[in-house]
């Protein structure tokens, strides 16, 4: 069970490294990126919730889903990190340019949510770009096996629209479905990373189902 808790979090440590640097990838130019000018804060957590002004977004567990705190969060991260073989320091969890606003999981692991608020390196950056810049890094993942999904779609949660991206992630007999929502909130993205199971699907919809617009 630690490996698949240590895979779900792989994503959070992806998503934070892929953003492409400048020459990589180009800005939308096309003026249709959102310039809500709002100081970005992060958002509370309690032992059955969260909410963020910032993000747009509530949250309450539903029961048998259990919320981490701050501080289970970056030791989570760490952990993960280990299990990985990922190098020492790869995370660096004070560099606020990418902040983990929540995690919600299953007494299990799986299925769980991560909320994240990233900066973009490159102004004009789209969500749809992000996660192409993700594609590219999760198919090029050494000793893993990643499949992932063509398609960028539009997705709703919680009322607000957000470009999805699934991938599935096969390694050393864990089979698992990985789900990224990304969207523009201010002058951060705003994702919503969704790890389960075939056989924790619904489950997983359950926890999509405790967001509500703030």
Request: with cysteine.
């Amino acid at each position: 069970m630690k490996k698949q808790i240590a895979a779900s979090l792989l994503l959070c440590i992806l998503l934070t490294n892929c953003s492409p640097k400048s020459g990589d990838i180009s800005p939308d130019d096309s003026g249709n990126q959102d310039h809500t000018e709002q100081t970005y804060e992060r958002g509370t957590l309690s032992e059955t919730g969260y909410e963020s002004r910032y993000m747009g977004l509530r949250f309450i567990a539903p029961e048998g889903f259990t919320m981490a705190t701050a501080e289970e969060i970056d030791t989570l991260m760490n952990a993960g990190a280990e299990a990985l073989g990922l190098e020492e320091g790869i995370i660096d969890l004070a560099n606020l340019t990418t902040v983990y606003e929540m995690m919600v999981s299953a007494p299990l692991g799986v299925p769980n949510v991560v909320v994240m608020a990233e900066k973009p390196l490159l102004n004009g950056l789209t969500p749809d770009q992000y996660l192409e810049a993700l594609k590219i890094q999760l198919t090029n993942l050494p000793a893993m096996s990643y499949s992932v999904e063509g398609r960028i779609t539009p997705a709703v949660v919680a009322g607000q629209t957000y470009s999805k991206l699934t991938a599935t992630l096969e390694m050393e007999g864990i089979s698992m479905v990985q789900d990224y929502y990304v969207r523009k909130a201010g002058e951060r993205f705003a994702a919503l990373i969704v790890s389960y199971s075939a056989e924790t699907e619904s489950e997983m919809r359950t926890l999509l189902d405790g967001f509500t617009t703030y």
